[in-house]
């Protein structure tokens, strides 16, 4: 499965639980009127950790890569890349 439809499916089950049934590629997830409150930050973290086998660095999260569901996904697939060539 494509990984902006798995993080999609996890933030809409299991943080927006009831809320939202889908996500926009642009919706801002994070800062200025972003969908994620810290909690919900850190549970996608551990979420992108554990199923997708990289490390997010405390430097890593903010706009530029957890702006929008669309750099996210662009983030995991370049942090995957990383660690196939590692």
């Known amino acids: ?3 902006q439809t798995l993080i999609e499916r996890f933030l809409v089950e299991e943080i927006l639980v009831g809320t939202r049934e ?3 590629a642009t919706e801002p997830l994070v800062g200025p009127g ?3 409150d810290s ?3 850190l549970r996608l973290i551990q979420f992108l950790e554990e199923t997708f086998q990289i490390r997010v660095g405390d430097g890593d999260v ?3 890569h957890f ?3 669309e750099r996210l996904a662009r983030f ?3 942090k995957r890349a990383e660690g ?3």
Do not use: C, K, N
Request: overall charge negative; charged content about 25%; hydrophobic content about 40%.
């Open 39 to 41: 909690l919900g930050l």
């Open 76 to 78: 995991v697939d370049s």
């Open 34 to 36: 972003g969908l994620l």
């Open 1 to 3: 499965m494509e990984t």
């Open 22 to 24: 889908a996500l926009g």
């Open 84 to 86: 196939e060539r590692s």
């Open 67 to 69: 702006g929008t569901l």
């Open 62 to 64: 903010g706009e530029e």
